[in-house]
């Protein structure tokens, strides 16, 4: 290539922003420049914003567990249950023909931070022995499963996230990480302590005999009130501990290859909310919503993305296409926290559900929240070139749009955001940035 050949390449780089009309949102960066200067104005792409409803997690194989309730007064009331089996560290130790003195079912927290809402309030919940064994066609948050009516126990308090867990070990009082202690029923105790050696002879044989656990909250707090921490039930503080004798004890914990589930309930959403998803994404609003628990997502449609296609023959080269998504003012407190992270998901054309872009794997894939610019900022280049191969070289439209939605995992956190999806506002609400060249 020689020197009037380069010059000519950089100088045919298209240059758009749009920032004039509510429905201009994309500013197209030129490649040869680090910012905006210099850019003229056109009014041909537009973003359109919506709250959908989400479809149900996979939360069978989640790195930690939810359990609490919340009262929101924008997203309604959000509830998470967990279930989880319990195993025998060693196996045969009957301890039947000794002086049974109670049970306690110890539960671990994750860590100090992780949890929402307001963990100064009080949260019940009571745990409940399941009736039916737990298996891998229930896997999902919508899910539940079946448990004697009748609680084996019942916490009222605060989930106290930086509190030692206090035990009492062979006699001795030991504290470990945080948690929360519940005595269960004498009931529940004697069935522990009257396990003989046939129960307690394998794994298998004492599924049969407990199947697990249930642990659902039962009362609904005040608006603005409620918590949900994340609890770590394959935590060597979380058990169910027998004691005997005055200082003896038998443990049952959760191994490796227990089976862990947590299940999601949300009512009383807010109106606005469910307006949106009764547009199906069909529609344009100027504030969406985004909730963990598949409580909501919003999505993001570039109705004429390819209208900056010329009638030359020449393809598109995208430099950089990044979505900054900015909260709403005022939408956040200290009891209801941004997200730290989010995902972008596109829309997979068989199920219409959340289907992972190829730009995910790259470490400038971005969607952790930037507090010194206070917005959420995602590298999509490689899944905004891909729509315009298909459409340029195989005459397929894949512009399906995009899902934003808060990770079900790493971390797992119920929380919420009140998205600002205004439109046009250069280095202010929704923004769709995109550097692009023809070849």
Do not use: W
Not at 170 to 193: C, D, E, N, R
Not at 210 to 223: C, E, M, T
Not at 406 to 419: E, H, K, Q, T
């Amino acid at each position: 290539m020689n020197f009037r050949t380069a010059c000519a390449l950089i100088l045919s780089i298209v240059f758009i922003t749009a920032c004039k009309k509510q429905d201009d949102n994309v500013f197209l960066q030129n490649e040869t420049t680090a910012g905006f200067e210099g850019y003229s104005y056109v009014d041909s792409l537009k973003i359109q914003t919506c709250t959908v409803r989400e479809d149900s997690l996979k939360t069978d194989s989640l790195s930690h567990n939810l359990l609490g309730i919340i009262n929101d007064p924008d997203f309604g009331v959000y509830t998470a249950s967990s279930f989880v089996q319990f195993k025998l560290p060693q196996l045969g130790n009957v301890i039947s023909s000794n002086t049974l003195d109670s049970a306690v079912l110890f539960l671990q927290f994750t860590s100090n931070t992780a949890y929402y809402g307001d963990i100064n309030s009080d949260v019940i919940f009571n745990v409940f022995e399941l009736s039916e064994s737990m298996n891998n066609t229930i896997s999902h948050s919508n899910q539940t499963y079946n448990y004697d009516p009748n609680p084996i126990g019942t916490f009222t308090g605060r989930l106290n996230v930086t509190d030692s867990l206090t035990q009492r070990s062979l006699g001795k009082t030991i504290k470990g990480a945080p948690g929360i202690s519940i005595k269960l029923s004498s009931a529940f105790a004697q069935k522990l302590f009257n396990a003989n050696s046939s129960n307690l002879s394998s794994q298998d044989n004492f599924l049969s005999f407990l199947k697990g656990i249930a642990l659902v909250p039962v009362s609904i707090p005040a608006v603005g009130k409620g918590a949900i921490a994340a609890i770590n039930l394959k935590g060597s503080f979380t058990k169910i501990r027998v004691y005997y004798n005055d200082t003896m004890q038998s443990d049952f914990n959760v191994q490796t290859d227990s089976k862990r589930f947590s299940s999601y309930a949300i009512t009383g959403q807010g109106a606005q909310i469910m307006l949106q998803k009764s547009f199906a994404g069909n529609a344009n609003f100027d504030t969406t919503f985004v909730m963990a628990m598949a409580g909501a997502k919003t999505k993001i449609k570039l109705p004429n993305l390819f209208s900056i296609i010329k009638n030359n023959g020449k393809l598109i080269s995208v430099g950089k296409a990044e979505v900054i998504i900015r909260p709403l003012a005022g939408s956040n407190t200290s009891i209801f926290p941004l997200p730290t992270r989010l995902l972008l998901f596109s829309q997979d054309e068989a199920t219409g559900l959340n289907a992972g872009l190829i730009d995910l794997i790259e470490p400038f894939y971005g969607g952790s929240y930037n507090s010194a610019n206070n917005y959420y900022k995602f590298n999509i280049t490689r899944y905004i070139q891909s729509l315009f191969t298909d459409y340029q070289n195989k005459g397929v439209n894949n512009n399906r749009g995009l899902f934003l939605t808060i990770p079900s995992d790493f971390p797992v956190a119920p929380s919420r955001l009140m998205i600002d999806a205004r439109k046009g506002l250069q280095n202010a609400g929704i923004e769709f940035r995109l550097v692009f060249t023809e070849l």
